[in-house]
């Protein structure tokens, strides 16, 4: 094989030891091995500066290890590559509302749902904001969304069990409770999406 077919085939392969390499990241982080998922994320990232995946979950566990300025960061790298993938925006709206930016928060839920309005599980984030930014109305318009949403799924997967979450809902007192299971689906790849209020369960 000369230099010019070399070249070519480097080209036209050029992301699958990457791909390899993220898998494995990948997997380190579902088993919860933070430290190892990060070095291979950011092995990733030396090959490949601009993998929107690796930057946005190396923003996941910044967020998993309370380091949530760091997790905006990251995560606004990873939506600068990539705005269209709603899981981007709603992490996003975690790690601005662990720093008491309400606001901003509701603002990437509402682009998250914007890209995909059948995630149930941003729907009740939202409820959560709104609910704590003394709106109560349409935090409840929110969490009747995530419920019909799931109960949607439940019924058109009854035995479907791989994503168990519980969905908060509005007592007479505006304070959210949990205690209704429902069933969703991942966003990105094998990633759920957290609910709100249960910052350190984002798996």
């Known amino acids: 094989m000369n230099r010019k077919q070399r070249r070519a085939n480097n080209k036209s392969q050029p992301t699958r030891p990457l791909a390899e390499l993220f898998a494995r990241a990948a997997q380190s982080h579902r088993e919860g091995r933070l430290e190892e998922a990060g070095q291979l994320y950011r092995q990733v990232l030396a090959g490949d ?77 939202l409820g959560v904001l709104l609910m704590r930014l003394g709106r109560p109305g349409e935090a409840l318009a929110s969490y009747r969304k995530a419920l019909n949403i799931a109960t949607a799924l439940a019924r058109a997967r009854p035995n479907d069990t791989a994503h168990r979450t519980r969905v908060n809902l509005v007592d007479g007192e505006r304070k959210p409770r949990t205690g ?24």
């Open 49 to 125: 500066p601009r993998h929107a995946d690796s930057l946005h979950r190396l923003g996941v566990i910044a967020y998993q290890k309370g380091r949530f300025a760091e997790s905006e960061a990251l995560l606004q790298k990873a939506i600068a590559q990539n705005a269209k993938i709603a899981a981007y925006h709603s992490h996003l709206s975690l790690a601005l509302d662990a720093q008491g930016r309400l606001d901003e928060a509701v603002a990437c839920c509402r682009t998250a749902i914007a890209q995909d309005p059948a995630l149930a599980d941003v729907h009740n984030n």
């Open 180 to 203: 209704i299971p429902w069933s969703t689906r991942a966003v990105v790849g094998d990633l759920p999406q957290p609910v709100a209020g249960e910052r350190r369960r984002l798996w």
